[in-house]
């Protein structure tokens, strides 16, 4: 069983900047392809960035050149940096681990509200 837990959501004013986290527990981390989700009020979930073992990232397109996904398999996190956040980014973010079995796992989420 895979634990993941999120943190570092809050209120940042457009234009600004957050670095979400997400420690893993169980299993093996390093094997895992790692992803950021957001799910925005009345939305659906909708993929934001992926960061495989071999460290190949993909990013939705309204992310790209503003955010960065990393990993530190040593820490067994992952983090997406946010730059340049606009008002449309609020959402909740969860953090999501599949494995080599394609088993998914995901946190309970982190809310990012952007907005002056």
Same mark, same amino acid.
Do not use: A, T
């Given at each position: 069983q895979?634990?993941?837990v999120? +943190?570092?959501g809050g209120l940042v004013q !457009? *234009? *600004?900047s957050l670095r979400l986290s997400c420690a893993a527990s169980g299993g093996i981390f390093s094997l895992y392809t790692m992803g950021w989700y957001r799910q925005a !009020?009345?939305?659906q979930r909708e993929l934001v960035a992926l960061i495989s073992s +071999?460290? +190949?990232k993909n990013y939705a397109d309204s992310v790209k050149g503003r955010f960065t996904i990393s990993r530190d398999n040593a820490k067994n996190t992952v983090y997406l940096q946010m730059n340049s956040l606009k008002p449309e980014d609020t959402a909740v %973010? %969860?953090?999501n681990a599949r494995t080599i079995r394609d088993v998914t796992y995901w946190g309970k989420g982190t809310l990012v509200t952007v907005s002056s």
């Open positions: 895979v634990q993941l999120e +943190s570092g !457009p *234009g *600004g !009020p009345g939305n +071999s460290g +190949s %973010y %969860y953090c």
